[in-house]
């Protein structure tokens, strides 16, 4: 396939785009640590011209899923061996989902690799969600004790949060993320015309992240994903290759990185992005990972507010006001039906963030404002507050 022809949107594959690299905003580029994020309508056709320049590998192995490759795979493939004629492209799909997370599939790929007598002179290239980002970041952390990687994330989620911070790993059947590394990629590749493809309910999982940072942070930013979220999600109204989806993923990248960049090991204020995850993860749990993440900390966020407002931490009308910005979106903000308040008690005690029967949370002061104990952002919240809001 040559690029270009299939699809009379896109520009011609003539490396020329490296140059005439548009400027803001129909494209953006995030400094995340050494390396940048870059957002940019149809990246991923010039891939090859673009890892020529940021890596230099004898060997590239694309790491991908099965659901993501279909669409994908070839024209990457295609870009990478035109442009990097003296390396190796190498790839392979894992099946697709959470529950291909683990330690065999990081066995399988490393496996594969060493067959294929990669070296230390490899780079892997992780083209897919949040689950191919990690796993295949993990490989590149533990592979000959670690090789480059660039993370091209094709879900909402793995956009906006998951590509972003460096935290790689699997799953095992003690809990979820329990195994793995910090390693930083080369470079975070963000090509939102791929969200195109995106189930509705994944976009509108990831948009809950988007909120949250949202919420967190930016106030205005809130508003700004609101009014352009429910065509996001029901793919109505969105230009895929418009300014106004590259402005929402490069503006919540940059609120992650903020935090991040202040906080890498999450010793303090990376706290913030847990808003909602404490309530939400045992939602996730008790629902035995039948709903999405995102719809999971939706809730989480409205009870985590109501509990906030509770205990006198936040401006009343805040749970209200994060509530009606999820709904707008068409993201849930109830428990579900029959969830007992008692098993997501239980969860969250075994969660590693609970103190004896106290409990630490990331809490709003305010929608845009996250506030603050002594310094630190865990604020600690009795049994009763906390069994109240559920
Ligand atoms: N490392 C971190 O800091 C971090 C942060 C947040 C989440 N995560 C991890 O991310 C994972 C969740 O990520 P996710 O929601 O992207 O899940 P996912 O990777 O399973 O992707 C969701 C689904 O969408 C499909 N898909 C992805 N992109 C597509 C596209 N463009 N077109 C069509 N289908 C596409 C996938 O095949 C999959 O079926 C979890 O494992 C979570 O632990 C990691
Ligand atoms: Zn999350």
Same mark, same amino acid.
């Given at each position: ?15 020329? +785009? ?23 309508? +149809?990246?991923?056709?010039?891939? =090859?011209?673009? &890892? ?59 496996? +594969? ?115 352009? =979220? ?9 230009? +895929? ?38 309530? =939400? ?44 910005? &999820? ?40 929608? =845009? ?22």
């Amino acid at each position: 396939m040559v690029a270009g022809q299939d699809n009379p949107d896109r520009p011609p594959d003539t490396g020329e +785009w490296m140059h005439i690299y548009p400027p803001p905003p129909r494209s953006r580029v995030i400094t995340l640590f050494h390396h940048g994020a870059h957002v940019r309508p +149809w990246l991923l056709n010039y891939l =090859g011209p673009l &890892l020529e320049k940021l890596v230099s590998a004898h060997t590239l192995v694309v790491i991908t899923d099965e659901e993501v490759a279909k669409p994908y795979l070839p024209t990457i493939i295609e870009s990478l061996q035109n442009w990097n004629p003296g390396a190796r492209t190498l790839s392979r799909a894992i099946p697709s989902g959470e529950r291909h997370k683990t330690r065999d599939t990081w066995a399988a790929l490393t496996d +594969w690799m060493l067959a294929e007598r990669c070296g230390r002179d490899t780079a892997v290239v992780a083209l897919g969600g949040g689950v191919v980002g990690d796993v295949a970041g993990f490989v590149a952390a533990t592979f000959m004790r670690g090789v480059p990687f660039v993370q091209c994330p094709t879900s909402l989620l793995a956009m906006v949060d998951a590509s972003v911070g460096g935290k790689v790993g699997v799953d095992t059947p003690a809990g979820k993320n329990l195994v793995g590394a910090f390693h930083q990629p080369t470079a975070v590749l963000v090509d939102p015309t791929v969200l195109r493809t995106l189930p509705p309910s994944h976009r509108r999982a990831g948009l809950a992240e988007v909120l949250k940072h949202g919420i967190v942070a930016d106030a205005a930013y809130l508003d700004q994903a609101v009014a352009i =979220g429910p065509g996001l999600v029901d793919g109505t109204t969105t230009e +895929w290759d418009g300014a106004e989806l590259v402005d929402l993923i490069a503006r919540s990248i940059e609120i992650k990185a903020e935090v991040v960049k202040q906080d890498e090991r999450e010793a303090g204020i990376r706290q913030i992005l847990n808003f909602g995850h404490t309530i =939400g993860h045992a939602i996730e749990a008790e629902s035995d990972y039948t709903l999405l993440h995102g719809d999971a900390i939706s809730t989480g966020m409205v009870l985590e507010s109501t509990l906030a407002e509770r205990i006198g931490i936040a401006e009343p009308g805040t749970s209200a006001a994060v509530a009606r910005a &999820l709904a707008a979106v068409g993201l849930p903000t109830t428990l579900p039906d029959g969830m007992s308040p008692d098993a997501l008690v239980e969860r969250m005690r075994a969660d590693k963030k609970a103190r004896a029967w106290r409990f630490m949370l990331a809490l709003p002061r305010r929608v =845009g404002e996250m506030a603050t104990d002594a310094g630190g952002y865990g604020i600690t919240v009795d049994e009763t507050d906390l069994r109240a809001v559920l």
